[in-house]
């Protein structure tokens, strides 16, 4: 399966490579980015598998993640998509496709994330026929990824508790943009 390339105004979002290690290493050793998704740095070797982990779903199920760049200066700052992460909550989820979104500490308040989550949608509305629905799963106290999922469309459906912690449930129509 070849990744697309998704560009918006300011960001393309690209097939993630080998190359990209030592980058994703560093965005999820911040503290900065990692106090909602587990509050602890992740190790190089974690880092690598998330990486595989992205590009599995590709090849499995034709949509992932994909690594995030500046237009300008194809600067490396997050990484966004679609996946299957086949969580284990409490109740359980039902099997609809999970949007995320990660970036570095510097790239926060850029806008970045809901120019590229909109960007990614919109390439999955017209092109995975699993994305009627999508869904996402927020810490209650990320309240700017909270922001970003609902400028996207996304709407607080309830809660989960995952690996201990509560998390919010925001789900997505296809094609639907903000209230």
Sequence with gaps: MTIPVVESARLRLRPHTPADLDAATAMW??????RFTGNRA???????????RYTGNWAWFGYGFWAVE????????GQLGIAEFARDTSPPLSAVPEVGWSFVAAAHGRG????????????????VAAADR???LIDPANT???????????????????????????ERR?????A
């Design 29 to 34: 050793a911040d503290p900065a980015v990692t």
């Design 70 to 77: 500046t237009i300008d200066g194809g600067t490396y700052v």
């Design 112 to 127: 970045f994330a809901s120019e590229g989550v909109r960007a990614a949608l919109a390439w999955a509305d017209a092109n």
């Design 42 to 52: 992740f190790t190089r070797e974690e880092s690598w598998a998330r990486l595989l």
């Design 174 to 178: 296809r094609g639907a943009v903000a």
């Design 144 to 170: 700017a990824s909270i922001r970003v999922a609902r400028r996207c469309g996304f709407a607080e459906v309830g809660a989960v508790v995952y690996k201990g912690s509560r998390s919010l449930r925001f």
């Design 134 to 136: 999508t869904m996402c």
